[in-house]
């Protein structure tokens, strides 16, 4: 279930992780008020998307987005992704001001190396969609999350690594595509990271977001691992909504609750 605000001040579209899905962000509409229409999407291959081929190619995968999206609201729009989500964030919001001709009015990258540190990493693996389940498995297990019995279905590899090799894939071939038309952002971008997250350890994995905007540039850090979009939701939301507030001096907000768990 997720709470959509017909009077809301402010769209957030919200990027999952790679293997994610939408539901990652179920509850945020709740928490984060009826000032914010909260509208998680899902990829090609994911969540209710499930049906479709999953995209290894930045330019068939935006386009579906662009697709999914269709007219951009009146009011104005902000972009968050955690993970393999905040390149989808970045890529779209270059997309959706080629489109449009509008940008997002910030952008959250949360738990993900910047793309300008991901040029300088020469050792970046391209092997995601024709190496081994096994080191599918071990990839996996060194990032966290997927529960090991899991990781031990057969079944459940069976369905789930295709979308995965094709999120890995995308991950390891972002090459700040956009940016190579030396054309940054204009919006605010805030870097959230992990005490406890790999990604998160070195400080210009994160900090390096800065070069993706002219304008300004915010790192917050929260307790967990990799996954802490999970394990500290509400942590997180609360900082989200106190980055989006200040943008937007007439809506009228409380202060975001813990998000709840939500059947359906």
């Given at each position: ?41 899902d ?53 959706l ?19 300008r ?46 979308a ?60 967990g ?21 200040p ?18």
């Amino acid at each position: 279930m997720y709470a959509r605000h017909a009077g809301a001040a402010l769209t957030l579209y919200c990027l999952p992780y790679a293997g994610g899905n939408a539901s990652t962000y179920r509850g945020w509409g709740e928490a984060l008020g009826p000032w914010v229409d909260c509208v998680p999407l899902d990829l090609p291959g994911h969540g209710r998307l499930r049906a479709k081929p999953a995209h290894s190619a930045w330019p068939a995968l935006i386009e579906a987005l662009l697709d999914e999206i269709g007219t951009l609201p009146a009011r104005p729009f902000a972009l968050f992704g955690h993970s393999m989500g905040a390149l989808v964030a970045l890529e779209l919001a270059h997309a959706l001001r080629e489109r449009h001709g509008r940008e997002p009015l910030w952008l959250g990258a949360s738990a993900c190396v910047a793309p300008r540190e991901r040029e300088l990493d020469t050792g970046r693996e391209t092997h995601w969609l024709d190496c081994s389940p096994a080191e599918m498995v071990t990839e996996l297990r060194r990032l966290g999350g997927t529960p090991d019995e899991l990781l031990a279905d057969a079944e459940f590899l069976d369905l789930a690594l295709p979308a995965l090799r094709a999120d890995f894939h995308l991950c390891a071939s972002q090459v700040r595509r956009a940016r190579a038309r030396s054309i940054c952002l204009s919006c605010p971008i805030w870097a959230f990271g992990g005490v406890d997250d790999p990604v998160s350890e070195r400080n210009d994995n994160l900090s390096a977001w800065c070069h993706e905007t002219t304008g300004e540039f915010h790192r917050r850090m929260l307790e967990g691992g990799h996954f802490f979009v999970e394990t500290m939701r509400a942590q997180l939301i609360s900082k989200i909504a106190t980055a989006l507030q200040p943008l937007m001096p007439h809506a009228c907000a409380a202060p975001p609750r813990g998000a709840p768990v939500v059947a359906g």
